[in-house]
């Protein structure tokens, strides 16, 4: 047999693709064994996060010079906690050695024999002769097949998957201790008296009640000031519509005369709304005060905002009523949304000052009771700081209108 022939028997398809095969079937196994671990470990049989829980003592201090002996709780994601296994086969090499060894000898051997003797009488000589005949043959024949076969699988963990990293860290991220206990103690870690304990505690309390007032006054503010802001955007549209009808008008006219009279309107309609946006604050604040909410079954626009409005003539007139349609009525929805708010933040501020003197009386010692939250007067500090502000306000826009408009013509 040719020494190429013996190559021609061979499934090179199995040889290298059965491996291949083999290696995929594999990471889907070990795919599938990383999705069972975080089942099992992560969840439990309500799809719950398993969670490992952490107690700790901690000590804090009060500002009234006592100690508390914090008991605390954490509980953590067990898969925060523990290793995940998440083998992937990395290289698959495959190696195919075949030798092929063959050898032929061939040797023939044949073994004969004869003698033969015989004489011959020449006369005077005699002749003797012998003689032999030998014949030796051998055949002999070797050959020599080898193969070697190797597969080489290399597989290492990788580590968390990145979206179960990123999933971790938003759990991480919202694991906090809690609280379970806290005992007061005196600066010596001693136990203290009945009345000095139930102080403390109190102390305790109306510091853990401010935070949160605190917070919730930050969060009315926002509100109060988002409210305004759209409060002087409504406003800012029905003053572009006025000036807007003012310019049309005045673009008309052919003659300066004629142009004159809406001119001095349009100076002042802009004069007028440009004082609204920095009144809002401040008349809204003196609304919510007075708790005159100026609103009963449909919301109107306080008068205290002296606005005007432009015909459609380009003469004035010297109200804004709800004769001036849509715009109005927003603006009234406004100033009732933000007189809400901050009559809110009021109570809220008010509040909170009272339990911040009534925690600073604690701390200091000194037992004054905190002023009462309810029924308080109407003529407040926040009141008389707003009115102060509205009549600043006031004063200017009368001498504002008082005094004559500078003529302002066209070239």
Not at 53 to 79: A, R
Not at 119 to 148: C, E, M, Y
Not at 306 to 335: I, W
Request: hydrophobic letters at 35%; one cysteine or more.
């Amino acid at each position: 047999m040719a020494i190429g022939d013996q190559f021609s028997g061979l499934d090179m398809q199995n040889l290298i693709g059965g491996p291949l095969r083999a290696a995929a079937d594999a990471s889907m196994q070990l795919a599938d064994s990383t999705a069972n671990f975080i089942n099992k470990v992560g969840f439990d049989e309500n799809g719950n996060t398993r969670k490992a829980s952490f107690q700790f003592e901690k000590k804090s201090f009060n500002e009234d010079g006592t100690t508390n002996e914090d008991e605390m709780k954490i509980d953590v994601p067990m898969l925060a906690i523990v290793p995940i296994p998440n083998l992937q086969v990395d290289e698959v090499n495959i190696l195919f050695d075949m030798e092929v060894k063959e050898s032929e000898k061939s040797e023939s051997a044949t073994d004969l024999s004869a003698t033969a003797s015989g004489s011959l009488n020449l006369g005077i000589v005699k002749v003797n002769i012998s003689g032999s005949v030998s014949s030796h043959s051998s055949n002999t024949r070797s050959s020599d097949n080898s193969a070697k076969y190797h597969v080489d699988v290399r597989a290492t963990n990788h580590g968390t998957p990145e979206g179960l990293a990123r999933v971790l860290d938003m759990m991480a991220a919202s694991v906090s201790p809690s609280l379970v206990s806290s005992t007061p103690k005196d600066a010596n870690g001693q136990e203290l008296p009945a009345e000095r304990k139930e102080r403390t505690e109190k102390i305790k309390a109306l510091r853990q009640e401010i935070m949160l007032l605190e917070t919730k006054q930050s969060a009315a503010e926002k509100s109060l000031t988002e409210l305004i802001n759209k409060f002087k955007r409504t406003g800012s549209l029905q003053q572009n519509q006025y000036l807007a009808k003012l310019n049309e008008l005045i673009n008309e006219k052919e003659n300066e005369q004629e142009k004159e009279p809406i001119q001095k309107t349009l100076n002042e309609i802009n004069k007028v709304w440009n004082d609204f946006q920095m009144q809002i604050p401040s008349v809204i604040e003196m609304i919510a005060a007075n708790t005159g909410n100026e609103t009963a079954n449909e919301a109107t626009l306080s008068k205290l905002f002296v606005l005007k409005a432009a015909n459609a003539d380009g003469t004035q007139t010297e109200e804004y009523t709800d004769a001036a349609g849509n715009y109005y009525k927003q603006l009234a929805s406004g100033q009732e949304a933000a007189v809400s708010a901050q009559t809110s933040l009021n109570s809220i501020i008010e509040t909170c000052t009272s339990k911040k003197t009534e925690y600073n009386n604690l701390i200091s010692g000194t037992g004054i009771p905190a002023p009462a939250t309810q029924n308080l007067p109407d003529n407040n500090i926040s009141v008389m700081k707003a009115a102060s502000k509205l009549i600043d306000i006031i004063d200017n826009t009368s001498d504002s209108i008082a005094k004559p408009l500078p003529e302002n013509k066209n070239e």
